[in-house]
Structure formats: C-alpha cells, structure tokens
C-alpha cells in the first residue's frame, strides 16, 4: 500500500507530464498559427499526390509500372515545404507556385517558364500572401473575361505583343472578339427591334466596342424593355455567363478555351481550389479542341419566348448534364443532346462538333459589326457540298506567309499544310485550312477529334436541290434525321 509521500510523488510527476502536455500542445498551436499558409498548401499537395500515387499502385498489374510508381510515392513522401521561386527569360521573378504547386500547364504555347503567370493573370508575383499576392489580378482570377482581356489576352509586354496590335488583323482576336455576334449581342437587338417593327430593316444599333446591353432603350421605351435587357442582351459573354436559372459561369475566351462540366468545378491537381466552388475549369488549360458540349454551356439550353422575352429552359436539361462526355456517348444519346427537343437538324449537324463548321470568322469576328447572324455567319451548306451546277471553291496555299500555316499549328488535328495544297474557301471568302482536297476528293478534318470525313457533293448527284434554295432549312427538308419534320 502506497504511503502518502509515494502518493505525492506520483501526483507530482502526474502534474509535471500534463504541465508538459499543455505546453507541447500550445507550442504546436502557436506553431501551426504562424506556420505560413504556403507550407500548408505544399503539405497538402503532396499528401494528395501520395494518395493518388497509392491508388495507382494498388490498380496496376505492371511490374514495372508498379515500382516506377513507388519510387515517384516514396520520392513525393521525402518532399518538405520550401519557397519556388520561377526565373522568366526577362529577369522577373514569381513565387506563384509556391502555393499553386499542382497548377497545370496552361498551353504548350504558353509555357509557365517563359511567360510566368502573372502576364496574363496580374497580381503581385513575390508576395507569399494570399490577399497580397491576389491584389490586382485581371478579372478578378479569371483574366479572359472580355472586360479584362486587353490586359491579358491583348497585352504587350516582353514577350512581344500577344492577341491585339499586329499588323495583320487575323491576329488581333482579342479586338475582333468585339464585333462577333456572341459578344455583342448585336444581331439579337436588331433582330427583335425589326420583329416588333421598330426598324423597316434590321440595322445596326450596336456601338462599335460597345455592347447591345449598353443601348439605351433598346425597345424604344415600350414594356418588356426591361425582360430585354436582363434575360437576353445582359447575358452569356457579356455577364459571367449566367443563364436563368443555370449555373453556368463563363466569360470571354474562357468560355470556349477552358472546358468546364454543367457545375463549372475545378477537378485539376492545385489544392488551393475546392473542388466543389463553382466558377472554374475543369482545369487550368486553354484548348483549341472545343467540343459541341462546351458550346452548348450556353447555346441549346432552352428558347426565349418572343412574346414575354422570357427564357424557357429544355425540358430535358437535367438528363442533358448527366450524359457521358463529348465522345463517350452512345450515337442515340448525342441525337438527343446537341440540340433541344423539337429542332430539326442534319446527320451531319449532328455528328460534327460545332467548331468543325463554323469557322474563325464565324466565332471571332471579323471587324464588322453585323445586324443579323446571316450577315455574321461565314459558312452554308453550299460551300462544302456545292450545288447541281458548282463545286466547292479551292484556293492553293502559295505562300509561308498564308494564315492557314498559323492557323494549323494551333491545332493538333490539321493535317500537316505544305505549298500546292488545295483549301475550301466560302463564297464570302473565308479559307478552312481543316478541309482539303485530297486525290479529287473534300476532306474535313475534325478540329475536335481529328477524324476525316469525305464531304459527298451535289453536283452529279441525285439531289433535286432549288438552286434558289440553298439555305440550311431548305437541306433539313431532304436530310432532317431529328425526326421532328415528320412530327
């Protein structure tokens, strides 16, 4: 039986180890207080990759895969926290990746080691503080947004000069961007003016630079004036791409360039940004191969109605967003998918993606403001499949200094171009290096997935096409396989 000094003694140790106890706890608050949110991030990121390398291991069959892969685990496991600092080829210096270490490369012709981040996104690049770091930044993160892109997308800086201020107006997309269709909402505006008679004629209301929201009393002060401005000519490019009653979230180049799913949620390697906070990427990448799903982020989800200038969403836009990716999904499925119910489209309207027809100038602009789609649009269906009496036009690459060399080097899936080779080029006078003329033959080469497509022609068919008739309503009549004409 233990004495009472015995007893002391025991309490006295029991004091001391919890006196020790709550100070290696307040010690390793203090320290986890003060340790600097960047070491956070960088403990994060490779306990994250750790994970994914685990899960990798433990799927794969591969002798040696599996050790290629332990000794990148074991490699990340031995990685402390440390300050990087990026070197640019003009002297700079940014610490951006001290936090954002997992960040993806934005493009191979964007290389981070070359222009950094901060050209394009702001910010201060040496502050290791998250408020510091992010003051100022272009788009407030998203430096894309039209608003911002003289900033970024068009800016000059030592690099040279990026999209705005050559010589060549081909090159200056962030100021043609300006005049299309998309971002200005112009054909819009003077379409339902004209719809209401409100002009004999459509006619331009659109400022140039300016914006359709930025016309004063778009309907002539008549009611829905109002509906006008904040369900169709506030919207898409120009706010954030808020669609009614949508989650979308885009704006600008990012909205065609960064692929995003229906929640606009990032799914990349950079911890630092929750997966679950909408109004991002799928990751941080810009891309050229744009399939018809990120088009339809905006377009085909519902109708306006004229009469109330209300917008109706597709009554079959919840399956839409649990569908498979863009070629993933069953040929029944992508029928249903690229266009809302009750439209009428071609096999070929439906196959493609979208930016396998519409052209650059289509999308972009061309430093014209128009009144209408029709006057915008480059592309009929007539100027791959000809007419009764015409064939597609051709113009030969005779010159380095063609377009269509720049043209195809931004996009993987263009076939290689060399001097002699034969282009289609529309009857406004559009040339689309992705369709060429091989042996006799058209070939589109598919701008999202590089497949060739032989382009049947009219002429010497047995089309009773109405040379009168050429527009693509007139070819649904013949060659609608929605279903939907018959209905």
């Not at 140039?208 to 004036?225: D, F, K, R, W």
Request: proline content about 5%; overall charge neutral; charged content about 20%.
């Amino acid at each position: 039986m233990l004495n009472c000094r015995q007893v002391w003694q025991h309490f006295e140790w029991l004091l001391l180890g919890s006196a020790l106890l709550l100070l290696a706890m307040f010690i390793g608050v203090i320290w986890a207080n003060n340790r600097p949110t960047w070491e956070t991030w960088q403990t994060s990121y490779y306990r994250s990759q750790v994970v994914q390398l685990d899960s990798k291991i433990a799927a794969t069959q591969n002798p040696v895969l599996k050790k290629a892969l332990e000794q990148q685990r074991d490699s990340m496991k031995k990685q402390k926290p440390e300050i990087k600092t990026l070197i640019l080829p003009n002297g700079n210096l940014e610490r951006c990746q001290t936090c954002h270490l997992g960040i993806e490369e934005i493009s191979k012709s964007h290389p981070a080691e070359t222009f950094g981040c901060v050209v394009c996104h702001g910010g201060n690049a040496l502050s290791l503080d998250q408020n510091q770091a992010h003051a100022g930044m272009y788009g407030a993160g998203h430096p894309g947004q039209l608003a911002a892109s003289q900033l970024s997308c068009g800016s000059q800086n030592s690099n040279g000069q990026c999209h705005s201020g050559h010589v060549r107006i081909e090159d200056n997309q962030v100021d043609l961007i300006q005049t299309s269709l998309m971002a200005n909402k112009g054909g819009e505006l003077s379409m339902i003016r004209y719809m209401r008679g409100l002009d004999v004629s459509p006619k331009i209301s659109v400022k140039s630079g300016g914006t359709a929201s930025q016309v004063p009393a778009p309907l002539n002060g008549q009611p829905l004036e109002q509906n006008l401005q904040q369900n169709c000519l506030e919207l898409c490019h120009q706010r954030k791409g808020k669609l009614p009653k949508q989650d979308s979230s885009a704006n600008g180049c990012e909205s065609c360039h960064v692929l995003t799913n229906w929640n606009h949620t990032y799914q990349g390697q950079d911890v630092t940004i929750p997966k679950s906070e909408v109004g991002h990427g799928l990751t941080h990448r810009l891309t050229t191969l744009i399939p018809y799903t990120q088009c339809n982020q905006c377009h085909n989800q519902g109708m306006p109605d004229l009469y109330t200038i209300q917008f109706k969403a597709r009554p079959d836009l919840a399956r839409v967003k649990v569908s498979s990716g863009p070629n993933q999904e069953s040929p029944n499925d992508r029928l249903q998918n690229v266009y809302q119910p009750g439209m009428v489209f071609t096999q070929c309207e439906v196959e493609l993606d979208c930016i396998d027809c519409h052209t650059r100038q289509d999308v972009m602009g061309d430093g014209h403001l128009y009144a209408s789609e029709y006057q915008a649009v480059k592309i009929q269906c007539f100027d791959c499949h000809g007419t009764k009496k015409t064939t597609p036009i051709a113009r030969t690459v005779s010159s380095l200094d063609d377009l269509a060399f720049e043209e195809v080097q931004v996009n993987p899936n263009f076939p290689r171009l060399k001097i002699g080779d034969q282009l289609l080029k529309t009857v406004k006078g559009e040339e689309l290096p992705y369709i060429r003329q091989e042996a006799g033959v058209w070939i589109l080469n598919s701008k999202v997935t590089g497949k060739k497509y032989s382009i049947p022609l009219v002429n010497g068919s047995a089309c009773q096409q109405d040379p009168e008739h050429q527009t693509s309503n007139d070819c649904h009549m013949c060659h609608d396989v929605s279903g939907n004409l018959k209905k």
